[in-house]
Structure formats: structure tokens, C-alpha cells
């Protein structure tokens, strides 16, 4: 067996190693604080001299998003990344990219909103995320990375699931993930597809008719309402299918516990000091990590959370995860929310003071 | 007697080899017909149907695809350049060329086209100019002629109010990474033999790796512009041809 590569990275350069080892076509970005460093990674890894992956500097977001909707189209393995503004701008490819059911990753590394916001860590774009973003009834498959060890990870992770179910794939992270440093095993290299592997796992793809085969044409618009009726339920059966088969979370000290915090990403890595801390002040604690945010772990929860006394959903925005974790518990148990706004990251004491004040008062 | 005279010595003109038998939805009159079959006959001619890919637009020609036999990817409006060139990046012997209308390109799209232009992507974009938004029912676009009336500009474009025709023609011939910037018609046998001429050395160009071709097409929208057919052509020469001066703009192809 290979040696394991040990590095210390960034989680943005993370991602950047891990495109390459994954066998990525190519990469499309723009620069924006906290994420920049995936394109300047890459450009300074020169892939297109080692595996052939194509890394460009687009003029903008929607040019970026565009580009892997081409590429992702032709049946190649695409990837761009951004931070909020730029994800806004990303919106009108994604919906374009889940109506032509193509298989594109992207990343968004979150700062905090609205508008121009701030370029310090937030996890304010989880609606955005998880409700679609664009027009249009559809799903994104979104994975929470809380460390620089997932940040790698999800890479390939979410192009085996966006092109499994040929959708569009989103790693939601922030600036904390994607700036600090971590001790972390790089995925092992991965060769790229060659034109013929493609063919086979693509036969939709747009490359050229070769063979003779009848055009494959990758398009949303259909201006027949029954036919585009049956398009969207065929959409929908779809996500049915990924919320059965690839909902992911982890839990940590939940069995004895009497509350449950719940927080993805960065939160969740505050979460588990602080269930450590209320567990030293004699509250019994447990975490409750969704890694996927679509599809959501609502039946997940809901078990986790019989007899148990309340939930505090601790993220790092205004109260929007919250949201579906009382659908998920549907009044069951008193579910509270606690977060720090516009890029301040809360402190782990500050999660057990509002566990105490807001559920065992 | 008839039957005489068909036989293949005597055929002088058909259908081209990758035209569907679909009937088009585009008004009688229209270029984008005429400009649909050029396309189709030289990907044949240049023996390119197994290895083009089309990106096809948003406004009347939105439907491309489906009367060309080849594969195709539709775009969002104004971002078949960026579509292009992750297509063309990626699979760098493909022939890859977008075809857009002024409203798409030249509007919405423009930082998509200067881009792709000025990168130099080895693609053609075939930008279809007929100085009005046709899908959308003739509302005003960038390359509306100044007093030109439109849904939108009822009383006339006035720059004052609407600002100045767009000729993204002209500055596609002055960005570095473009090879072939040219700008044709269709309206009469000559001008369509011309044209057809301009797109292949486009699409040569591409395959060979010497930069973007623009090739414009000052083009009729009849139903746009409330003309008949002939009228439409008559308009076009009068009005567009002295705007949108013919011919090539700049060719570095040989060099
Ligand atoms: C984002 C977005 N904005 C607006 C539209 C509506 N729209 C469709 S076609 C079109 C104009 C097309 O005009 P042009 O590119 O000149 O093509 P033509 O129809 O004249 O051939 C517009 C504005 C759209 N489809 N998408
Ligand atoms: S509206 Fe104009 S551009 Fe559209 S098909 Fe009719 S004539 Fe052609």
C-alpha cells in the first residue's frame, strides 16, 4: 500500500489537492475572499502539466458557473468555487445545471452577508443553499465539510453523487474551514476518465455525435406545459430517491444525553467544546451533525430525539437550519436557536449559556 | 416531362445532409434559416458531425437544435461564450461555435463575449444582428438603429434616452485574441455564397487553433420590424447596411 501523505494545509488548499487527485477536468473560478487560495493553489500546482486538468480565471461568477455548466455537459468533470456575492451571481447556472440534469460541483466558502457583507466566516447562505437559490422547483446535493480533512473528502464525494444522480453538487463551507489549518491525508491520486470511459458513463453528454448516435442535446426549455410537467416530476422522483438513499450526519455523545445540540460545519466543531463543557458542568450534552444539508436528516433527528429534553440548533446565522430541525421534530420537543451574526464566530461558552438560559432556564 | 429533368446531373441544390425534416418555427423571411442551412453544410463539408457542439441561445433561434443533426448544449441567455469555452477547453479537438442573436450577445452577454473574444478561446461565435429582440416581440436591443421604432422605443431610439447602437463587431476586431472578425448578409445568392464562405474559414480557424472568429450576419427580422419579406430586405439594405458596414473587419488567419 502507498505511503499516506501527511500535510498541514489550509482547508482552501485542501480542496485544490484534492481536485487534482480526483481525477478533475477542469476548474473555472473567479477570485473572492475567503476562498481564493483554491485558484492560486491550482495555479501554482500547474495540474495541467501532470493530469491535464484545465484551470482558468473566468471574468466573472456567472461566466465561471457557465463554463462548468459547458464542460459539465460535455461529460467532463467540473468544479468552481466562490464565497457568497459570487454564489448569488452562480444562481442562474445552478438552476440552468438542475433542469439540464448535469453533474457540476461547486463551493461555496461563506462570509457574511447581506450584500457585500463581510469577508470573515458565516454560515448565512444555508437557505440559499438548501432551498435552490434559483428559479424553479429543484435540489441541490449539499455536503458540510467541518474540517480541512472533509474539505478534501467532499471533493470527489460530491462528484460520485452529482454524477450518480446528475445534478449539481455544493460544498458548503466557510471562511473558518477554508482558512484554518489542519493536519490532513490527501485523497489517493485518481486518473482522470479517458474519452471512451466518458462515453460510457455519459451517454447524454454533449461531445460530439461520435458513432453516428442521434444528437444528445442538453437543454432545460420546454415550452409545453405537460411535457414540462412531466419533466419536473421526474425531478422530483429524483430527489425523492437522493433524500432515501444519501442523507449523512454523525453524532457524538447523543445516548445518554438529555439535549442535543445541532450544527454543521464550523458550528459543529464549536458544538462538540461546548457539549464537553456542559458535560463538566453536569448537563448531559450530544451533537448532532447533518454533513448532508440536502437532503436534510429529518427522519435522523427526529429518532435521535425521543426522550430526550430539547435542541438547541446552534449556526452561525440568524436562525435558518433551525427551521428544519422543528419540521423534522414537528413540536415534539422545544427546539431553540443560537447564533452570532455578520461574521462573528461564537465562542463555545456562549452555546452553553444559551442552552441553559433558553432550555433549562 | 417532369420526372425528366430530376435526375442528379441536372440538381443544382438540396436539402442539407444534417438539416432534420422538422419544420422550423421561424417566420417566413427570416435569416436564421438561411444562416441554419450554411452551418449545416459546412460541418458536413468539413466532415465535422461527430465532432461539433453547438451552443445554442436564448431568443428566436432558442430552437437550434432541433434542426441541426449535431449535439448541442443550450445556453443561458448571453452566456453561450462561457458555455463555449468550457466545452472547447475540454475537448480541444471539437469543433464548438455558439449562435446568437444582438439581444443575447450584445446585451446581457456582452462581458461573456468580450471575454471569450479577448481569451482567444479557439471557438466561432455566429451573432445573428437583426437590430431587435425578436423572441420577446421586437422590443429595443443595443444594436437598434438610431430612430429605429420598437416596443420599446415606440417614438424611435433616441440616444438621448437609449443610448447608441452597440457595434461589437467593430471592438471584437480590435481585442488580441480574435483572428477572424467579419460581418455578411444573407439577403441575396451572392451575399449567402459569401457568407458561407466567412463561417467556414471561421470554423477553420477554430479547428486550427488561431484564436476567437466573430462572424456577424446583419440579418431581416420581418415579423420584428412589421415589413413584409421583401420590404424587410429592402429595409435591412437601407437602413443596417450603411450602419453595419460589410465585409471583413480584420483577418490574421494567414499570418
Ligand atoms: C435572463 C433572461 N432575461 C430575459 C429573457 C427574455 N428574452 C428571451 S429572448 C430575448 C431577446 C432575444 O433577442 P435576440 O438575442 O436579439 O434574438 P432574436 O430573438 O432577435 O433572434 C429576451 C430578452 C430570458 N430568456 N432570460
Ligand atoms: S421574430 Fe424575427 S428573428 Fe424571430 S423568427 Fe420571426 S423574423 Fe426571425
Redesign the pocket.
Known sequence: MAEQEITLMKGNEAIAHAAIRCGTDGYFGYPITPQSEIIETLAVLKPWETTGMVVLQAESEIASINMIYGGAGAGKRVLTSSSSPGVALMQ?GITYMAGAELPGVFINVMRGGPGLGTIQPSQSDYFQATRGGGNGDYNVIVLAPNSVQEMADFVDLAFELAFKYRNPAMILSDGVIGQMMEKIVLPPMKPRRTEEEIMKECPWAAMGKRGGRNPNIITSLELQSEVMEVRNIHLQEKYKQIRENEVRYETRECEDADYIIVSFGSAARIGEKAIELAREQGIKVGLFRPITLWPFPSKEILDLAKGKKGILVSEINAGQMVQDVRLAINGALPVEHFGRLGGIVPDPEEIVEALKEKLIK | MANDIISPENLVYQKPKLMNDTTMHYCPGCS?GVVHKLVAEIIAEMGMEEKTVGVC??????FAYRYLDIDWEEA??GRAPAVATGIKRLWQDRLVFTY??????A??GTAETIHALNRGENITIIF?N?A?????GG?M?PTTLIGQKTATCPYGRDPEIHGYPLNITELASHLQGTCYVTRQSVDTVASINKAKKAIRKAFESSMQGKGSSLVEIVAT?NS?WKLTPPKANEWMRENMFPEYLKGDLKDTTNL
Open positions: 442562474e | 436564421h441561445p436564448v431568443g428566436c433561434s432558442v443561458p441567455h446568437q442573436g444582438d439581444g443575447d450577445l446585451c446581457i445573428i437583426n431587435i429582440y425578436g423572441m420577446t422590443q436591443a427580422c420584428g
